[in-house]
């Protein structure tokens, strides 16, 4: 059987929920949709804006595991950097959007909060509504395959070997209670003429089990050689 299903909107209303929380009617749905999507991009490219601007600060590296830490420099051409997903949750009079990260010290100094409230209230164009913007730090951020494939992305960037990322990044996940991953890239590795795929895998994998809960997430990574794509699953539970 091919499992070419997105592992997340196969389980969702199980384990896996909605993003986005708010009613509107079948005419008013596609401003709706296109409305959050603008949010979404908007705090991505603040974050990626800052990035850039804070891009003097040292890189720290663990010299067994290559940990990523907060104030180290991530890719600066990534325009979600440590954002796991963004929750929006629309009410008559407030939209509520609530940023998971699991690095929230750039959003936490002075000022940031009201500068990205000032974006996003130009992006939205809403007179009657306001924005209420909530930080939630991830509590396990190396269980989170965005953040992984980030990591990926950051040794790739540096002509670190494929393998020697994909190793790494499934080290980090030690420091996470999961029981199984997978991370997958494919694209034209270590510059060859000829594009493959190359896999690893560890611990379980239960695809077709709807029961259980599972992370996953696509990411493409831009090289000198062309363009690169990650896909990281990671097998956290079982209802």
Sequence with gaps: MGQKINPLGFRLGTTQNHHSFWFA???NYSEGLQEDKKIRNCIKNYIQKNRKKGS????ESDSNSEVITHNRKMDSGSSSEVITHIEIK??????HVIIHIGFPNLL????AIEELEKDLQKEVNSVNQRLNIGIEKVKEPYRQPNILAEY???QLKNRVSFRKAMKKAIELTKKADIKGVKVKIAGRLAGKEIARAECIKKGRLPLQ???AKID????PIRTIYGVLGVKIWIFVDEE
């Design 25 to 27: 009617q079948p005419k």
């Design 152 to 154: 990926i992305a950051f």
């Design 216 to 219: 996953y997430c696509c990411y």
């Design 108 to 111: 936490k100094r002075k000022g």
């Design 209 to 211: 089990t709807i029961r």
């Design 56 to 59: 003097n600060k040292k890189i």
């Design 90 to 95: 629309k009410e008559i009079d407030t939209i």
